[in-house]
């Protein structure tokens, strides 16, 4: 997870997954391996230094996966390319597929309407 997740997360591949398991993995190791020996210190300093590195890769995990991983990462670039792939492939009769109605003009016996194109 370390080696292979940590170079994942480096170039944006995969990032919200990746953030996810490292941050099962904190609140696991912390409990089982650190908080004995916090619970050993005598000061709130020392406690904290024995699972300060823990919960900052716990805060920044979270913090991946609320953000993502950003616009110029692995993950940004393939959902850049897959939408704009996308939108090579549409028909130019589907832009007009939602047409909203912002009035109807009642002219005696046929009825017009004004319509705008949506995007």
Known sequence: MEL???GSLLIGAATRWLAVL???EMMVATPLARL???ASESSITGAFG???LEILVLIAATCLIILGSGRWSA???LAASMHSERRA???P???FRSIAVIDDVDSGASRQ???VRCS
Request: hydrophobic fraction near 45%; avoid cysteine.
């Open 113 to 115: 309407h004004r319509a």
């Open 89 to 91: 492939v549409r028909k």
């Open 4 to 6: 292979i997740g940590g």
């Open 50 to 52: 024995a699972v300060g």
């Open 93 to 95: 009769a589907d832009r």
């Open 75 to 77: 993950d940004g670039l």
């Open 22 to 24: 490292s941050a099962i």
């Open 36 to 38: 004995s020996l916090a």
